[in-house]
Nanobody, 114 residues
Framework: VQLQASGGGLVQAGGSLRLSCATSASISGIKYMGWYRQVPGKQRELVAV???????DYADSVKGRFTISGDNAKNTSYLQMNSLKPEDTAVYYC?????????WGQGTQVTVSS
């Protein structure tokens, strides 16, 4: 299973970005798709996750600003990030759970300037 994340970049505070994660995994085997982020010296933290039934969950710090969605026809998940803050700066990783195994993308850098 391969995942390809894209869409990161540099944006000013208050701006928006949309991350994409294309996966080679079969939709029928995916249990959930999610996004995590990590800054140097800290543990990777959950940002948003979406189950196969469409249920979603978000970190408190991004609720109301970020939205996770998926396009089954394209085997792609998205993370729409609005009202970005400097503290959202991190490397963002997408992940999928296929049956009982987790797979990770390569990470995409998001930098929010103040």
């Amino acid at each position: 299973v391969q995942l390809q994340a894209s869409g990161g970049g540099l944006v000013q505070a208050g701006g928006s970005l949309r991350l994409s994660c294309a996966t080679s995994a079969s939709i029928s085997g995916i249990k959930y798709m999610g996004w995590y982020r990590q800054v140097p010296g800290k543990q990777r933290e959950l940002v948003a996750v979406m189950g196969s039934g469409g249920n979603t969950d978000y970190a408190d710090s991004v609720k109301g600003r970020f939205t996770i969605s998926g396009d089954n026809a394209k085997n792609t998940s998205y993370l729409q990030m609005n009202s970005l803050k400097p503290e959202d700066t991190a490397v963002y990783y997408c992940t999928v759970r296929v049956f009982v195994r987790d797979y990770w993308g390569q990470g995409t850098q998001v930098t929010v300037s103040s």
